[in-house]
């Protein structure tokens, strides 16, 4: 269901989740939020060489990760340090988790709000979508995206609005943005996220 383009450096992790129901009816564990702070126990932890080969994935195709299109995972990071972070839904809250401590950003999308064919390759210039509720768009040139059959859906920034999850959800992809650098390690932050998904009672698979 999902093909991926090839590409020097992208070693990405993709795993479907299916939830015994709809997210809205699926809190978050208080264990699991408890992961959210910065010294929480985890399986993997974040360094400066960590976010500086992560910005080098994004930056191969040409994208310029900085500022308000830095990866995710840095967001995340300050967001912990302020204490800002709140309970969004499980599959949102869990990749938060960890994004967090693998460092790697994580992509979350609804795929019943999604159409196939999936796919992974670089934005061309020019490419564009609204990622929050207010309508704000991100421009994508040169940047890794899962593609849809509608366009660009999601990637190492910010997700695109029409496919992200909501109360209804019941199905989602997920999407680890590794690197080659980094060897395994998205593997390592696969499992890690689909255990504390399965602990909730969620049926997870590979996608490919």
């Known amino acids: 269901m999902l093909t991926i383009d090839p590409h020097p450096l992208l070693e990405l992790s993709a795993f479907i989740t299916t939830f015994p129901s709809s997210l809205g009816d699926m809190p978050s564990s208080p264990e699991l939020f408890s992961l959210s702070r910065l010294d929480a126990p985890a ?3 974040s360094d400066d060489r960590v976010r500086e080969v992560v910005r080098a994935l ?3 195709g040409g994208f310029k990760p900085a500022g308000r299109s830095k990866p995710a995972s840095e967001y995340l990071i300050k967001a912990a340090s302020d204490n800002s972070l709140s309970s969004i839904n499980l599959a949102v809250d869990a990749c938060n988790v960890v994004s967090l401590h693998s460092g790697l950003p994580i992509s979350v999308v609804d795929l019943d709000r999604a ?3 999936l796919r992974v390759g670089v934005a061309p210039a020019g490419t564009s979508y ?3 509720a207010s309508g704000q768009t991100i421009d994508l040139g040169g940047l890794l995206c ?3 059959a509608d366009g ?3 990637n ?4 695109a609005q029409r496919t992200k999850t909501a109360p209804q959800t019941r199905r989602t992809l997920t999407l680890i943005w590794g690197t080659k650098e980094l060897a ?3 593997a390592q932050a696969e499992m890690w996220y689909r255990r504390l998904l399965e602990q909730h009672g969620a049926a997870t698979e590979k996608a490919g």
């Open 130 to 132: 609204v990622f929050n």
């Open 115 to 117: 159409r196939e064919p």
């Open 58 to 60: 994004l930056r191969h």
């Open 146 to 148: 899962l593609f849809d």
């Open 184 to 186: 395994g390690r998205a």
């Open 43 to 45: 399986p993997l932890h």
């Open 152 to 154: 660009p859906c999601a």
């Open 156 to 159: 190492a920034v910010k997700d």
